[in-house]
């Protein structure tokens, strides 16, 4: 059966069947073919339990806290701030880029939302200024990474709900990790504007940097009261979210950039994506379901131990996996098969879960910027008006920063956890 369900959904993803549709179309084929061929009525109640969690609201609000954001003129603010700040670096609107992503990222928390909004934004002004279209857009794909990392991040929600770990903990074990994130990817521009002939502006006088950064002091407030509120403990994570939706409307009327009509379309993009999101993780719960009945996390746990027992080759052996899966698969259904199936082996060996999830998280990322299937390169390739074989080529060396940041958060498991512990104390669930 477990042959079955997987060969299918492989296949379907391969032939570029939506996600919803393949791993929905894998999970019914795989019943219909087991034992419970005739007690179809588990597929839709086993839906229904995997999506009737508190937990999971914080999902939609924070998408909409991200579309709310992009329509009403913030993403504007923040860039501008950015190219103040440190746009008269070598290579200095990459570096604009950058800095800008990891802003936005503590508040919307989507790669997809970064890639859309400030993507178009960054890619116009960087052509504007004299870069290579492709140059531009690989920047944007690669920086877009930071997003789900760094609070709030819906990718880690997900991950908690499916792990059983607290949220607030998982949003502190991505801060340091998307902030290392950037600047790695920093480090790397910087370094490699030394071979190219980059634009160079001038330095913004300390007025400008004064008057970008207050005029968009709300758009900057806003990843601190939201992780200020879940931290000290006076919201929740999906009251966070709603908080978040609060304050980038009532922020948007302050700018006066927040109409009915943009209201409405954040609403529905919102809807949409919330929709199939839930719908893959309904899904995914009845194929996880499907797995526990064939114990198929304890075959691989044992299949794993007997081909080594050292931690350290089977973390490498598991960032190799988790990277191929990326290319192929998008990250919430791939957490959604991998984490319940992973679990047991992750305990087995005595790896932290919030460890592991940062790992899994960061992985996962990479794929969106990965050849055939990175969803952020098509992202930029529509916004940018650039050929995806050009802009794959440009990504590409765009990797290097981002793997080596994955090594060092894989086997220095004290970057991802040292935060977490010394505000919330060490995970009493922790192995």
Not at 207 to 231: K, N, Q, S
Not at 232 to 250: K, M, N, S
Not at 288 to 311: C, D, K, R
Request: with cysteine; proline share 6%.
């Amino acid at each position: 059966m477990s042959i079955i369900l997987f060969g299918v959904f492989i296949a379907l993803i391969l032939l570029r069947v939506p996600v919803s549709m393949s791993i929905g179309a894998a999970v019914i084929l795989a019943f219909l073919t087991s034992d419970f061929s005739g007690a179809l009525q588990i597929i839709p109640q086993q839906i229904l339990e995997g999506v009737n969690k508190s937990s999971l609201l914080a999902v939609p609000f924070f998408i909409m806290a991200g579309n709310l954001m992009n329509v009403t003129g913030v993403t504007d603010r923040i860039f501008n701030f950015a190219n103040a700040l440190v746009g008269h670096f070598k290579a200095g609107l990459a570096q604009v880029n950058i800095v800008s992503s990891m802003i936005f990222a503590g508040i919307s928390g989507a790669a997809v939302a970064d890639c859309a909004g400030l993507g178009a934004i960054e890619i116009r002004a960087m052509r504007e200024r004299g870069y290579k279209p492709e140059f531009a857009a690989a920047v944007t794909v690669a920086s877009a990474v930071i997003g789900p990392l760094i609070p709030p991040s819906i990718g880690l929600v997900i991950y908690a709900f499916l792990a059983q770990q607290s949220i607030d903990r998982m949003f502190l074990a991505g801060l340091v990790p998307g902030l290392l994130v950037g600047f790695s990817l920093m480090i790397y521009v910087r370094a490699i504007a030394q071979f190219r002939d980059f634009p160079v502006q001038e330095r913004a006088p300390v007025r400008e940097v004064a008057r970008t950064g207050f005029d968009g002091l709300l758009a900057l407030m806003a990843p601190a009261i939201i992780l200020g509120g879940i931290v000290f403990g006076f919201v929740t994570a999906t009251e966070a979210g709603v908080l978040a939706c609060l304050y980038c409307i009532a922020v948007g009327l302050y700018y006066r950039e927040l109409t009915f009509k943009k209201f409405f379309a954040a609403l529905s993009e919102t809807s949409m994506m919330t929709s199939v999101i839930m719908i893959i993780i309904g899904f995914s719960i009845a194929m996880g379901w499907l797995l526990a009945i064939e114990q198929v996390p304890q075959q691989i746990a044992s299949a794993v131990f007997a081909l080594t027992e050292n931690v350290n080759v089977f973390l490498g052996l598991l960032i190799i996996f988790v990277l191929l899966i990326g290319c192929v698969v998008e990250g919430v259904p791939a957490k959604l098969i991998l984490v319940p199936t992973l679990l047991p082996l992750i305990d087995a060996y005595g790896i932290d879960r919030v460890h592991f999830g940062i790992i899994l998280q960061l992985a996962l990322l990479i794929g969106i910027a990965t050849p055939p299937m990175g969803i952020g390169l098509y992202i930029v390739c529509e916004v940018g008006k650039v050929p995806f074989e050009k802009v794959a080529l440009a990504t590409l060396p765009m990797l290097i920063p981002l793997l080596v940041t994955l090594v060092a958060l894989t086997f220095i498991p004290e970057i991802s956890l040292w935060l977490p512990n010394f505000v919330l104390g060490p995970d009493p669930l922790a192995n």
